[in-house]
């Protein structure tokens, strides 16, 4: 991804004003606060890249209003993303605040008893919420010596929780969704609301016609050199497999077609990449605008129909973009939807900037009951699975790290590139099937990839997220955490052979709440938002309503436990008692970030 410049985390550290005594007391606990929360972010996050996050520290500590203000004339010069204030001592509220509006804030009152920092922070969050400009609270459970130079654990964790937001915010903000083609067979998602983007988001969208990838192809608009490389290593390690859908077919194709298919699909790869991203390669050729790229952060691709009706489909594009591996050795993924689902990738998008890591894309395909596998299987589920299942499946947009082969503590993890060794993206790779299209679906081939996610002992922890748009309500969230799978051979073979047996397959049990959409697994399946979700390893949920609550998106079902949910102290004025609706009052009442 091009990155102009990353955004920054912003530390304000607030004092007493008084001078005379109070305020020079108070000096050095006070910077020596927005060193230590400095600190604690460089070496906790990490950018899109793999380097530190960076923070700003104010030049001085804030006393009133024109040190407010020397403070946010340097935050406004170096790419702020949000806002966090410190301090160990009452300061007065409204005159040391920051009043952007366009920026999550967070405020750290010590808590201590020399000096009522929690007071302050009392007093600044009723000002953000008189004000429109909520703020989220930050008070530790315990009493703290006025000397303490270690950030207690919770306290730690919340700065941590809201910087991550700050910075997914500031990352996305002023970059662009790019639509390759329009609406894919009337999918909603895919129908792209530029006023969600731009009010909620910060984004702008740009669009290709999908003729811009055959224009490119027929004039040879992209890096040849780089297309030699990438064929000769498709050719080893993502080698076409036996057709298993079109054998009776009087249209199937030649091994000569599927190769020539094959090598457009790697085109499409670099093209769609340059779309993205731009390609310095491009300008050093002579075609200096296509170089630039859309400064797109995140894309999508209709393919059906009209395309995939005559070119080969999208998938293989779709797969390796989302991808931390290919012939370029290992590296940051894209986030690349299928059918073009804008508010799919807008999930992926959320998730991975939450986790640096790539994403699956999925149809959320079928529910099947314990009782529907016995049926079906004369098996009996068990373990994680033996409430029921979703099959997840789409060909397509699902990452190659999706398979399950990287490891954290000999466990199938989905890790950040920087963390992921040659021999993991190897057994993805061997793990992975490269199987020619349906034609009955897909007249123009192409080539799905086609694997297992790998669940492990002890499952893996995923959550699914989907974004929705409701019509006079706005966006919405939704989000399940759970647990990737491995299914009974005998079961997997039996269910997989009733649908697309050519696709990548990932088996997710959500976790089980008693509550509302999760007194089931197949509550979840039935309240899913739409055809599509965007499924990220860990257990994230906690991150993704700080989040949306940031953006003003309310969460109407998800399964985080209360104690882990860390929203602006506002929301509590629209109800304690019921969280998911005061959230959807909260939301409402602020309205979007950048309206
Ligand atoms: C081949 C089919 O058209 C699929 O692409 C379809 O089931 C979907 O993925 C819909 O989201
Ligand atoms: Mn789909």
Not at 49 to 54: A, I, K, L, S
Request: charged share 20%; with cysteine.
């Amino acid at each position: 991804m091009l990155q102009v410049e990353y955004p920054k985390i912003g530390i304000r550290p607030t004092i007493d004003g008084r001078e005379r005594g109070i305020r020079e007391s108070l000096e050095d606990q006070t910077m020596a606060m927005a060193h230590q929360v400095a600190a604690l972010i460089h070496e906790q996050l990490r950018y899109p890249d793999g380097t530190p996050v960076e923070t700003v520290i104010a030049d001085s500590t804030i006393g009133g209003v024109r040190e407010a203000a020397a403070a946010k004339t340097k935050f406004d010069k170096a790419n702020i993303c949000g806002t966090i204030t410190v301090t160990p001592c009452w300061c007065y509220g409204s005159e040391t605040m920051d009043m952007s509006r366009d920026l999550p804030h967070a405020i750290w009152g010590f808590n201590g008893t020399e000096r009522p920092g929690a007071v302050y922070l009392a007093a600044v969050l009723a000002a953000h919420a008189q004000k429109g400009i909520p703020a989220f609270g930050i008070y530790g459970e315990d009493v703290q010596d006025s000397d303490a130079d270690q950030i207690p654990a919770d306290v730690a964790k919340k700065l941590i929780r809201f910087a991550k937001t700050a910075l997914a915010i500031g990352t996305m903000r002023n970059k662009a969704y790019l639509s390759i083609g329009s609406v894919a067979m009337g999918i909603a998602g895919s129908t792209v609301n530029p006023d969600f983007f731009q009010d909620y988001l910060g984004m702008r969208n740009e669009y290709v016609d999908m003729s811009e990838i055959t224009r490119r192809i027929d004039e040879g608009i992209y890096d040849h050199s780089e297309f030699d490389k990438a064929w000769a290593w498709a050719q080893e390690h993502t080698p076409v497999d036996p057709d298993i859908y079109n054998a009776d077919d009087p249209n199937k194709f030649s091994d000569a077609q599927k190769a020539e298919q094959f090598q457009t699909s790697i085109k499409m790869v670099l093209i769609a990449r340059d779309l993205m991203d731009g390609n310095e390669k491009l300008a050093e050729e002579g075609f200096g605008e296509e170089s630039k790229g859309h400064y797109a952060i995140a894309a999508g691709f209709q393919g059906q129909r009209q395309w995939t009706d005559h070119f080969p489909n999208g998938d293989y594009m779709e797969s390796l973009l989302n991808s931390q591996f290919d012939w370029n050795g290992i590296h940051a993924p894209n986030v690349f939807a299928t059918e073009n689902d804008s508010l799919n990738a807008v999930s992926m998008l959320f998730n991975y900037l939450l986790t640096n890591t790539p994403q699956i894309f999925a149809d959320v395909r079928t529910y099947w009951s314990p009782e529907a596998v016995k049926r079906v299987t004369g098996e009996t589920l068990t373990g994680k699975a033996a409430n029921g299942f979703l099959h997840l499946s789409n060909s397509g947009a699902q990452s190659l790290d999706g398979a399950g082969y990287e490891e954290i503590n000999g466990q199938p993890a989905i890790k950040p590139f920087w963390d992921v060794t040659q021999a993991e993206a190897d057994a993805a790779l061997q793990n992975t099937r490269w199987i020619p299209a349906n034609i009955g679906y897909f007249r123009g081939g192409g080539f799905s990839s086609n694997y297992v996610s790998r669940g492990g002992t002890n499952g893996m922890p995923a959550t699914m997220t989907r974004l929705n748009l409701v019509k006079g309500v706005g966006p919405t969230l939704q989000l399940a955490e759970g647990y990737i799978v491995d299914l009974p051979e005998k079961v997997f073979s039996v269910i997989n052979q009733r649908t697309d047996p050519g696709w990548p397959s990932t088996i997710f049990v959500p976790t089980l709440t008693g509550h509302g959409a999760f007194k089931s697994v197949y509550g979840v399946m039935d309240n899913w938002g739409a055809n599509h979700g965007a499924i990220s390893y860990g257990h994230i949920g906690a991150d993704l309503i700080t989040l949306a609550s940031a953006l003003r998106i309310p969460v109407y079902m998800h399964n985080v436990a209360e104690e882990d949910i860390f929203r602006p102290r506002a929301w509590s004025n629209f109800g304690t008692e019921e969280a998911e609706g005061a959230d959807f009052r909260a939301c409402q009442n602020f309205g979007p970030l950048y309206h």
